[in-house]
């Protein structure tokens, strides 16, 4: 792009108006910067709060229509496997938040450390749940033809109902958990290369946002799929 | 104010993140012991206001809302706002389509 300024004056050269190597052309200095993208990582966020707050709309009214049918659902859940992760998770988004913080107090090493952490973590999460899947499968709680679960008949077509929403909640979060490992990735290699410390810490601390968000949406699956407590069910 | 102006940084203690964490692993740990235990029709609203509890701590401290500019408060705030109205409108409606069965 060009450096000729639109309002007319005088083109300013890099030579003369040396800056930060990150700092956008287009901002007043690297504070405005900063706060411009966590503003805008927030917007971004709220849509997201928006999407899962259909998905869980939607849940909750079938969840008051079958409400048999839900807590049977759960029962099918493997609540060890459920509370483990959820532990696992928030174990991620320590490391996530400490990983924030070693980059802003400029420690390289520190940082990639802290983000492979947040990687073995949500991998770790990312494995438990494919073991549930797998079993899941296996047991006819794949909604569809694969569907074969009948041991309360009546409520059959409704706990499928309760699968669908099962498999579709926890995919789209499985979805984000693996946009949010590229993510780590990618920020690991800029933390090698020395791109953060105390003025420039903005992508890690954004990509933060993104993690814990993802931590948020599990705060409330876990309980929402795994613990509902036992209508008294027929 | 200096071109570099560097951004605003609030460097959190080590303890607040610890703590934080502690908390998060509580409230997990009492959302699965509460759900154990018959409370009728209270087992709904105590997990749910312990999830809320925990989701709070964790904008507020692991996404650093509480040192952020008031703008971003008000896009938090808003983003939550517009939950609310999806959730109160569409309850408004399947609740009340059932008021002649209860």
């Known amino acids: 792009m060009s450096d000729i300024p639109l309002d007319g004056t005088a083109p300013v050269t890099h030579e003369e108006h040396a800056h930060h190597p990150f700092l956008q052309h287009h901002f007043e200095d690297l504070g405005q910067q900063h706060e411009a993208s966590t503003l805008g990582m927030w917007m971004f966020l709220s849509t997201e709060i928006l999407f899962f707050g259909g998905v869980l709309c939607a849940y909750w009214v079938y969840r008051i229509l079958y409400p048999e049918a839900w807590a049977i659902g759960a029962e099918q859940q493997n609540k060890l496997y459920g509370g483990l992760n959820t532990i696992v998770l928030i174990i991620s988004s320590l490391t996530m938040a400490l990983a924030v913080r070693n980059a802003q107090l400029g420690k390289r090493k520190g940082t990639v450390a802290m983000l492979f952490a947040t990687l073995v973590f949500g991998s770790t999460f990312m494995a438990v749940k494919g073991i549930e899947y797998w079993q899941h499968y296996h047991e006819g709680l794949f909604p569809g033809v694969h569907f074969t679960w009948n041991e309360i008949p009546a409520l059959a077509p409704k706990v499928q109902l309760f699968m669908v929403f099962y498999w579709g909640m926890t995919g789209l979060h499985a979805l984000h958990m693996v946009i949010g490992a590229g993510l780590l990735i990618w920020m690991m290699t800029r933390a090698w290369r020395g791109h953060f410390g105390p003025e420039y810490y903005g992508p890690v601390e954004i990509m933060g946002l993104y993690w814990h968000f993802v931590d948020i949406v599990w705060i409330f699956l876990f309980p929402f799929l795994y613990l509902i407590h036992g209508v008294h069910h027929v | ?102």
């Open chain 2, 1 to 102: 104010m200096s071109d570099e102006h560097a951004p605003h940084i609030h460097v959190t203690p080590m303890w607040i993140y610890i703590a934080v964490f502690l908390a998060l692993a509580v409230g997990t740990l009492l959302t699965w012991w509460v759900s154990t235990i018959d409370l009728g029709l209270m087992n709904t609203p105590i997990a749910l206001l312990i999830a809320t509890i925990k989701a709070v701590l964790v904008i507020l401290f692991f996404m650093h809302v509480i040192h952020s500019t008031r703008l971003t408060w008000v896009v938090v705030i808003a983003s939550f706002l517009w939950l609310g109205v999806l959730f109160v409108l569409t309850f408004a409606d399947y609740l009340t389509r059932l008021w002649k069965i209860y």
